[in-house]
């Protein structure tokens, strides 16, 4: 009985690790975007949803699969023997990078930046976002202040 | 030996410099050596990137302390008309349409150009401005006796005057949020962009980072960044997409 439940427990953890080498149950789906939410409300990011749209990692993920990239370990801190399995799992945040704006470095766009940037680059000009600053507010996230007039009739 | 100066010598001489000034035209160029303080602080819009959302505004409200407008910062019908920086707005949206496309919108912010050599500096004959070595130009109200030759020396129409104030009107711009700049902080509409459309840093590596955008993208960008001689050069410059 002992062994029988010793090898359900061994194919169990290997058919996880089957999957998450396959990577489809790596990926995470819905992410809050609230780390920096101060103004705006956090934004509710469908990760999933954005994966079928978008056409790989790179379209988001900029270093990715670029000349310019950084080398591997740079984003996904594994070492070589777990990386194959578990490099999304491991994948860095980007305010490790992108924290706060420093003068000295203009190219380095800070946290809100290098979020928005990646969302603009498509949906620049859904909603009326990129025509009118109502825009902002139809499509990811409301004013802080709005939400409170909103509440109190 | 003859003394002095011939009258035959004396129009050759003046021939010779004559002649000499109308064959060297680039001697008109001269303004582009206006360097300004070295290690000056700058911003740099890049036009493409805006998205009209007006973040800018708000936030050069608030850290000014300016009244409330009268349409509200979400409210697109504030594209309708043109605006430029008032006594209430140091800084200021506007909205042009896309001629390749109708659906698309180019945004330009304007305030306070922050000249190397400042025309309004120059003409104020009180020298109520000056030109820190920081970057900003700033105003000094306690000097000003209001004859707003500022305003007319502008060339970019920038100083506004006070006029509802009936008893000390006083002459308003864009400071580039000086006493932040001190404190090593960015300038608040620099602070609240979302799209990075607006850049802080010294002078001299801006105009390094917009050389590049425009190489590295020649398609996007016109080929000229606005403010680099302008006026003599300024500390906020500008690029722009093509058209």
Not at chain 1, 40 to 47: I, L, R, S, W
Not at chain 1, 114 to 128: I, K, L
Not at chain 2, 106 to 113: D, G, L, P, T
Request: glycine share 6%; aromatic share 10%.
């Amino acid at each position: 009985m002992k062994r029988l439940f010793l090898i359900s427990l061994l194919f169990l953890l290997s058919t996880l690790l089957f999957y998450q080498g396959a990577g489809s149950l790596l990926y995470p789906k819905m992410i809050v975007l609230n780390s920096i939410s101060d103004k705006y409300t956090p934004v509710k990011f469908d990760h999933g949803k954005h994966i079928q749209f978008s056409q790989g990692c790179s379209g988001c993920h900029h270093k990715h699969q670029k000349n310019e990239s950084l080398s591997c370990k740079d984003c996904h801190n594994v070492t070589p023997s777990l990386f194959k399995n578990s490099v999304h799992r491991n994948f860095m945040a980007c305010r490790n990078c992108h924290s706060q704006f420093n003068p000295e470095f203009p190219k380095m766009p800070d946290l809100k930046v290098a979020y928005h940037r990646a969302c603009f680059q498509c949906h620049r000009g859904m909603d009326s976002l990129g025509v009118e600053p109502k825009g902002c507010t139809q499509r990811c996230h409301t004013l802080k202040t709005q939400k409170a007039e909103r509440r109190s009739p | 030996m003859k003394k002095g100066l011939s009258r035959r010598d004396f129009l050759k001489l003046t021939g010779a410099i004559g002649g000499a000034l109308i064959l060297k035209p680039e001697t008109s160029l001269a303004y582009k050596e206006f360097s300004g303080w070295p290690d000056s602080f700058g911003c740099l819009t890049d036009l493409s990137e805006c998205v009209g959302c007006r973040s800018c505004e708000r936030a050069c409200n608030e850290a000014n302390a300016l009244p409330q407008p009268s349409i509200p910062f979400d409210d697109g019908s504030v594209f309708n008309h043109k605006r430029r920086p008032d006594a209430k707005a140091y800084t200021v949206v506007n909205r042009f349409e896309d001629p390749r496309d109708k659906n698309r919108f180019i945004f330009r912010k304007i305030q306070c150009n922050h000249c190397n050599e400042p025309a309004c500096a120059s003409a104020c004959p009180i020298h109520a401005y000056d030109k820190t070595p920081e970057g900003p130009v700033l105003y000094d109200s306690s000097k000003c006796f209001g004859c707003r030759y500022c305003m007319i020396a502008c060339p970019f129409y920038v100083p506004a005057y006070s006029y509802e104030s009936a008893l000390e009107p006083k002459i308003v711009k864009c400071i580039m949020c000086y006493p932040r700049i001190k404190a090593g902080r960015l300038p608040a509409c620099v602070e609240a962009c979302p799209a990075g459309a607006i850049t802080f840093g010294k002078r001299k590596d801006l105009i390094n980072l917009a050389r590049e955008k425009i190489m590295r993208n020649p398609q996007r960008y016109v080929n000229h960044i606005y403010g680099e001689h302008e006026a003599g050069g300024t500390s906020w410059i500008y690029i722009s997409c093509t058209i």
